[in-house]
């Protein structure tokens, strides 16, 4: 049985009919395996971001079931998601916006180790101190860090502080959509292979989304491609980075910049 199973999903932003109303997802069925790494790939507005929230039970589907193991994770209430809340875990494509600028980095980091009652102290407890060098260190960051606020760091060392919250819980799988987006192309690479040797050290599952088929070949095993809330094409990285078969992923190629990284 696959870890993640999408069936049939849709997901439909305004109500049908009315002006406005945007079918983001229309009737996506994928299935994730456990260890594999996946990429998803598409032109903005494709529909990416909408699938992978969705994944992570952030939000609903309109129609269709999403499976985490044996467990229903659409239609949750989020009192019964205890378990995925933290063997899912997600990186966002801007960590000036995904952080909380108010705390410092070491509550940001363990915040995701902590029960929703003590989430608004500020003290980070002595045992998730461990963790948090543990998790500091697999990411590159000195520890001193855990004392400075995220508007004192760089993007690229931002990025890496969002990593190290994800990895604090030892999740299962992690959800990156668009990591390195948003930062300097000259830390993008690195950050690309953090996550790739961080994936592979911890055995995770990763799903990861991009604009740029060429990121996701540096990463991923598996891609789909997607277009207008569809999956244009799907197959091994290699193989549709090489021989891509629509009309639509070879224009995704042709128009970013081969050798990049
Ligand atoms: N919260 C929302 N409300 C209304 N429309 C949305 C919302 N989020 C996304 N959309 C629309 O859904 C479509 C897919 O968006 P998204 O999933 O963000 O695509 P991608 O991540 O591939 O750029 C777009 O047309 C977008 O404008
Ligand atoms: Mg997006």
New binding site residues.
């Given amino acids: 049985m696959s870890l993640y199973e999408v069936d049939h999903v849709s997901r439909r932003?305004?109500r049908d009919g009315t002006a406005g109303s945007?079918l983001?997802?229309d009737d996506v069925s994928l299935a994730v395996e456990a260890g594999q790494r996946l990429g998803i790939v598409?032109?903005?507005?494709?529909?990416?971001?909408?699938?992978v929230r969705m994944m992570a039970a952030l939000d609903q589907p309109t129609s269709g079931v999403i499976r985490l193991r044996d467990d229903v994770v659409s239609h949750r209430r989020e009192r019964d998601l205890g378990a995925l809340r933290s063997s899912v875990q997600l990186v966002f494509q801007d960590p000036r916006s995904s952080l909380d600028p108010r705390m410092l980095v070491g509550t940001i980091v363990t915040e995701p180790l902590r029960s929703r009652l003590l989430k608004s102290s500020g003290d980070v407890p002595t045992d998730h101190r461990t963790r948090l060098a543990e998790v500091l260190e697999s990411v590159d960051l000195p520890l001193e860090i855990a004392d400075r606020f995220p508007h004192e760091l760089s993007g690229g060392q931002r990025q890496r502080v969002a990593i190290a919250r994800a990895l604090a819980p030892r999740p299962q799988v992690l959800i990156a959509?668009e990591p390195v987006s948003a930062l300097d192309v000259s830390v993008r690479a690195q950050v690309l292979n953090l996550v790739r040797d961080l994936v592979s050290a911890h055995g995770l599952t990763l799903v990861m989304?991009s604009?740029d088929l060429t990121v996701v070949r540096h990463v991923c095993d598996t891609v789909i491609v997607?277009r207008r809330?569809r999956i244009e094409e799907r197959g091994p990285s290699e193989q549709l980075y090489e021989d891509p078969q629509s009309a639509y992923t070879k224009e995704l190629l042709a128009s970013i910049p081969r050798f990049r990284l």
């Fill in positions: 932003y305004g945007v983001a997802v598409g032109e903005s507005g494709s529909g990416k971001s909408t699938l959509d989304v604009h997607m809330g």
